[in-house]
């Protein structure tokens, strides 16, 4: 282990999180280096399906210190957040490590041994950015093993024509149940369940009211102030083209949830049946920490106990991006910047008072 690399700092992740992590770690002068298993730029975006737009303005869509460039079209699509992405790697030269899937970490007197199938690395200091495209959700439905037709999570969705034909049940509200069922919708015979009726935001208001909701919540949070009556969350959906167009042809009605799944489809709460050949799930993904599992840290929803992006457990040890409990609107491009800030100015403190001869 004589060559084993050291660094202050430990990213673990490569998308949106870790890149604003890093902005800030190189502004602060500290040794860095991220750690991506994936096999180009752009995390989990490498994995959404293929029409996908943001729902909002390249305005609200930007990492830290260098804005998106505004394209073609209001809302940016995928390819295009793929190539800011590689270009802001670039552009401040993250020291970023591809492909290295990190396999564990265990404490050590000095800080972190990163365990990775490349190798190991020490660190003083550990940034957990994972985010949660790896661990996709489905609910626990009775019967769902039984169902003989094909599912998928939204995770794997890439294109409609593979449904072509078909009656497909999409399951899950939001933005992406509304955009994926507004394009299998062309092709497809379409059914959307969503637990809670699907809240539509007004034509003229883009994503970024989201983004200005969550400050006001986050301003709140930071005065002490109760954000329960305020409004949040990024649950309601932005009528983008897609979904414009397909409330015009009406299929953007809901029902509540089936009871359970039979051999052919479902059954609903009133006791009728319903056949489908396939189901989507668009039900959201939970944090992808497996490799923090080893440090007895993740508690029974799959989280790490914090104090905004610190761990409450073990003090050094971060965790950015994953969602609101890990800060306001962190699991968006826009949002992290906020939280990966304060991150690397608390690590810094930390270093800090570790060797006060280096400040």
């Known amino acids: ?31 860095f280096v991220i750690l991506d298993a994936e096999e180009g730029a752009g995390g989990a975006w490498r994995h959404t399906w293929r029409s ?44 970023v490590r591809r492909p290295v899937t990190v396999q564990s970490v265990e404490r050590t007197d000095s800080g972190w041994l990163v365990h990775a199938d490349q190798g190991d690395w020490q660190a003083a200091a550990l940034i957990s950015a994972t985010g949660n495209w790896r661990h996709p959700h489905v609910p626990d439905y009775k019967g769902i093993d039984g169902f003989r037709g094909a599912q998928i999570h939204s995770a794997q969705y890439l294109e409609p024509d593979a449904f072509a034909d078909l ?13 994926i069922l507004a394009e299998v919708s062309q092709h497809a015979q379409t059914t959307w369940v969503t637990e809670r009726p699907p809240v539509f935001l007004p034509d003229n208001v883009d994503g970024g009211v989201l983004f200005q909701r969550a400050t006001e919540r986050w301003r709140a949070q930071q005065a ?28 953007l009605s809901a029902r509540e949830p089936f009871d359970c799944f039979t051999e052919r489809g479902v059954r609903w709460r ?26 007895g840290l993740i508690d029974a929803q799959g989280k790490v106990a914090v104090n905004g992006t610190r761990s409450l457990l073990e003090p050094r040890l971060w965790l950015v991006g994953y969602g609101e409990w890990t800060g306001m609107a962190s699991a968006t491009l826009v949002g992290v910047m906020r939280s990966a800030r304060s991150t690397v100015d608390e690590i810094n403190a930390m270093l800090a008072g570790l060797s006060p ?3």
């Open 1 to 31: 282990m004589g060559s084993m690399q050291q660094f202050d700092v430990i990213v673990i992740g490569g998308g949106q999180a870790a890149l604003s992590a890093g902005y800030f770690l190189r502004r602060s002068g500290r040794s």
């Open 52 to 95: 996908l737009r943001l729902f909002s303005p390249a305005t609200w869509s930007s990492l830290a210190g260098w804005p998106m460039p505004a394209g073609s079209d209001r809302y940016p699509t995928r390819d295009e957040v793929l190539d800011y992405l590689r270009r802001y790697e670039e552009r401040y030269e993250l020291p």
């Open 167 to 179: 009656r497909v049940l999409i399951v899950g509200g939001g933005n992406s149940g509304a955009q």
């Open 224 to 251: 002490g102030r109760p954000v329960d009556d305020l409004p949040g969350g990024f649950g309601d959906i932005v009528m983008v083209a897609s979904v414009v167009e397909a409330r015009s042809r009406g299929v």
């Open 270 to 295: 009133d006791g009728s049946e319903s056949d489908f050949d396939a189901v989507i799930w668009c039900t959201g993904f939970r944090p992808a920490l497996d490799h923090l599992r080893s440090l």
């Open 357 to 359: 001869q280096s400040g």
